[in-house]
């Protein structure tokens, strides 16, 4: 089966074809980088488990659960 011509789709068609075709992974990373926002402002990824601030809201979290219980 050949591919669509992504290029000549609306916006909406594109998004069809990727809902349609989630294995199509080329497609998808065309999709995403041709609709992406180019003002969008990008968040670095936290430290996770290791970042203090995050330990400390957990903390807190789960002393207010106990304290609920």
């Known amino acids: 089966m050949s591919k669509p011509n992504f290029a000549t789709m609306t916006r909406s068609e594109f998004r069809q074809y990727v809902l349609e075709h989630r294995e199509d992974d080329e497609a998808l990373s065309i999709y995403v980088e ?3 926002d180019p003002n969008a402002k990008v968040y670095p990824p936290s430290l996770g488990l290791n970042d203090p601030e995050t ?14 219980a």
Do not use: P
Request: aromatic letters at 6%.
């Open 34 to 36: 041709r609709f992406r």
């Open 55 to 68: 330990e400390r809201i957990l903390r807190e979290h789960l002393a207010s659960r106990r304290n609920q």
